[in-house]
């Protein structure tokens, strides 16, 4: 009867380990799914600020100096928090026409920061300097009809974020649904710090 006992009690002991264990590795798959969501970045002079870790935009008193946001929109255009846009250790890399499923690991190095490009206003006909990662410039082709028409051109793109974390994301539309500088985008975002990406 003793020896009964013994070996239901650890018959339970291992079925309640052996579903910690299963609890904890859904977890660690559930952090790992892909989001897609829409930025409206409308304005010719306002950036939008983005959390990858947060799945949100945020408001950012100082940009130069926060690590708070990791990318940043404002129409076509796409700032990483390094370089001349912040102090993070962002940065983009430029990973070619992929499968977003398939590209499972972010390179170690390669990464751009952020520099100046010119911005053009279609809304006053001139150019201003503004500060953009200039890999990020490449999500897409612009036609020469006026108006212009943006069109992703299915490029996948590695992203260090602010912390140094890293990131994948496609660029998947311009103008949502209701009009351009309305961003879709689709990303996945890797929180314990390793390149792996699936």
């Known amino acids: 009867m003793r020896h009964t006992k013994l070996s239901t009690v650890i018959t339970i ?8 264990c299963e609890k904890k590795a859904s977890n660690n798959t559930d952090t790992l799914k892909p989001i897609t969501t829409m930025v409206a970045a409308t304005s010719y002079t306002d950036w939008v600020y983005y959390s990858l870790s947060e799945n949100r935009v945020i408001e950012i008193s100082d940009p130069a100096t926060s690590t708070n946001w990791d990318i940043a929109l404002m129409r076509s255009h796409f700032r990483t928090n390094s370089g001349t846009s912040g102090n993070g250790n962002g940065g ?16 170690e190095t390669g990464y751009v920061v952020d520099s100046t490009i010119q911005s053009f206003n279609f809304l006053t006909m001139d150019s201003t300097e503004v500060a953009a990662n200039t890999v990020l410039e490449n999500w897409g082709s612009l036609s020469e009809e006026m108006p212009p028409v943006f069109t ?32 879709t985008f689709k990303y ?7 390149r792996v990406l699936e």
């Open 92 to 107: 983009a890399f430029d990973a070619g026409v992929v499968n977003f499923d398939t590209y499972i690991q972010a390179p």
């Open 152 to 183: 992703p051109n299915n490029k996948v793109f590695a992203i260090k974020t602010a912390t140094g974390n890293y990131a994948k994301i496609i660029i998947l539309s311009y103008y949502g649904t209701s009009g351009s500088g309305n961003v």
């Open 188 to 194: 996945l975002y890797q929180p314990n710090g390793s």
């Open 13 to 20: 002991a291992t079925l309640i380990t052996f579903s910690a």
